[in-house]
């Protein structure tokens, strides 16, 4: 079992479906992120939960709804979503937000159809 | 605005050739810095954390220094092997900027055979 499982793997949706990604951590740490990777941009944080707590939205629109019930799930909700949301997205885990190094599980490939 | 910058985008070296990848920060103020390697379409894998105190780590070929008073990284890599080819990510946790790693672009490494 990897550090930081992410499911699925690949996901292809329509605009008007509503889908669900998920991520575990098995590191008994205390935050969770999600980053999103598109194409040629760097790597952008998009959530941090610290102990459960929303701590960061990166200013993320709506169609992305974030949920953590506990310290080793973090929930991924999308609903009508636009093409350009395509991208790698990717879970993170970390023992503090502060000083101390981060964990990335392999991501899931989502195509917005 | 604080940014994370890496050079070059791209390399291509012969097998057997040492090699220095740089990473360069805009703000000394950090926890610390991550370097990470990720293979095309697949999640991101922690290669080293250097603390803001420290110098340098090393990790078996990988060698990765910090001058925060420049905003330098660099991650040599020795006896580089065509199985290093992968991206390069350098990220930064700054401290004004809790749990939100700043990520460069990347520097993808191709070595040949």
């Known amino acids: 079992e990897t550090g930081v499982t992410q499911t699925p793997r690949h996901l292809v949706m329509g605009m008007t479906n509503k889908k669900s990604l998920k991520c575990e951590q098995h590191?008994?740490?205390?935050?969770m992120y999600w980053y999103k990777q598109s194409a040629k941009k760097p790597l952008e944080l998009m959530f941090v939960?610290?102990?459960?707590?929303?701590?960061e939205n990166n200013s993320v629109p709506s169609r992305f709804s974030p949920e953590c019930p506990n310290s080793s799930h973090l929930f991924l909700h999308l609903h009508t979503l636009q093409p350009e949301d395509s991208a790698l997205y990717l879970c993170?885990?970390?023992?503090?937000?502060?000083?101390?190094?981060?964990?990335f599980g392999q991501g899931t490939r989502l195509t917005v159809v | 605005k604080q940014e994370v910058t890496q050079i070059p985008a791209a390399l291509s070296v012969p097998e057997g050739e040492n090699l220095v990848l740089n990473c360069s920060f805009t703000?000394?103020?950090?926890?610390?810095l991550q370097w990470f390697r990720q293979d095309p379409g697949k999640g991101l894998t922690s290669l080293l954390l250097?603390?803001?105190?420290?110098r340098e780590q090393t990790s078996g070929r990988l060698n990765a220094s910090l001058d925060k008073s420049s905003g330098r990284s660099t991650l040599y890599i020795a006896a580089s092997q065509p199985g290093d080819s992968a991206t390069y990510l350098c990220?930064?946790?700054?401290?004004?900027?809790?749990?939100?790693?700043?990520f460069g672009q990347g520097t993808t490494l191709q070595v040949k055979p």
């Open positions: 590191l008994g740490h205390n935050a």
């Open positions: 250097i603390q803001s105190s420290q």
């Open positions: 703000d000394s103020a950090i926890y610390n």
């Open positions: 990220a930064v946790l700054f401290v004004n900027n809790t749990g939100k790693l700043i």
């Open positions: 939960y610290n102990f459960k707590e929303q701590t």
């Open positions: 993170a885990s970390s023992q503090a937000t502060r000083n101390t190094e981060a964990f």
